[in-house]
């Protein structure tokens, strides 16, 4: 059902990114994986969930070579036309690389959809060289939109986030081991979910006074 329901949104997914509040969400996001992905100069990146690899352009602006993954067809299809080197996985089940084959590993809102997030984040490990980093990012379910996502779910069928797990930076630190080390973690993205006249302003105003609520939690980890 997951794999049907990623297939249908393929073509979707980019278009939602170029409507107004899209254009300003996709801003938001990208300047916050920006700040948190070092220079990556012929290094070889993982993507964990590639989708359409509409993020993953960031690590090759970074100067990455990417390696994207994902269980979508049409999902893989759309990356393949961007350029990247994919292959059909879940990531229900082991990775398919040796030990040590990565520098650097980055996975955008895609264990929302794993019963045992833990398991694929001890694979992470097995793979990233000594001192790798990954970078992972969830929806948070401290944000307001993930009451709106939940609402959604309620009355639309097939919703893609209907059985989807949110995460709140807290949650996501319980699921690294002591075979990491957590150099950065939070929120970003204070956009709220209707069309804001003044993006910046309210961003600024959210994050000040509410710093848990940004529509993104992330972890940025070393590998000990």
């Known amino acids: 059902m997951e794999k049907e329901i990623f297939n249908n949104l393929a073509n979707k997914y980019d278009s939602w990114f170029e409507t107004s509040l899209g254009k300003k969400v996709f801003n938001s996001e990208k300047s916050c994986i920006e700040k948190l992905v070092k220079n990556g100069e012929e290094k070889l990146a993982i993507d964990l969930g590639i989708g359409t690899g509409l993020f993953s352009k960031i690590l090759i602006e970074k100067g990455y070579r990417v390696i994207g993954i994902d269980i979508s067809d049409e999902m893989l ?18 990775l398919p690389f040796i030990n ?8 955008m809102t895609s264990i929302e959809f794993l019963k ?25 379910s401290l944000s307001l939109w993930a009451v709106v996502r939940r609402i959604k779910g309620l009355f639309i069928k097939n919703y893609v986030f209907k059985k989807g797990k949110f ?43 509410f710093p848990f609520s940004g529509a993104l939690s992330f972890i940025l980890s070393k590998k000990c």
């Open 77 to 94: 299809k759309i990356a393949k036309d961007r350029g990247f080197e994919v292959i059909k996985h879940d990531l229900k089940n082991p």
């Open 100 to 107: 040590e084959t990565f520098d650097f590993a980055f996975s």
């Open 116 to 140: 045992r997030p833990e398991d694929l984040i001890k694979e992470v490990n097995r793979i990233l060289k000594k001192d790798g980093e990954f970078l992972l990012i969830t929806l948070n």
């Open 167 to 209: 995460y709140s930076t807290n949650n996501l630190k319980k699921l690294f081991d002591e075979n990491w080390e957590i150099l950065k973690s939070g929120t970003c993205t204070f956009i709220p979910p209707y069309n804001p006249i003044f993006p910046s302003f309210w961003e600024n105003i959210i994050k000040k006074f």
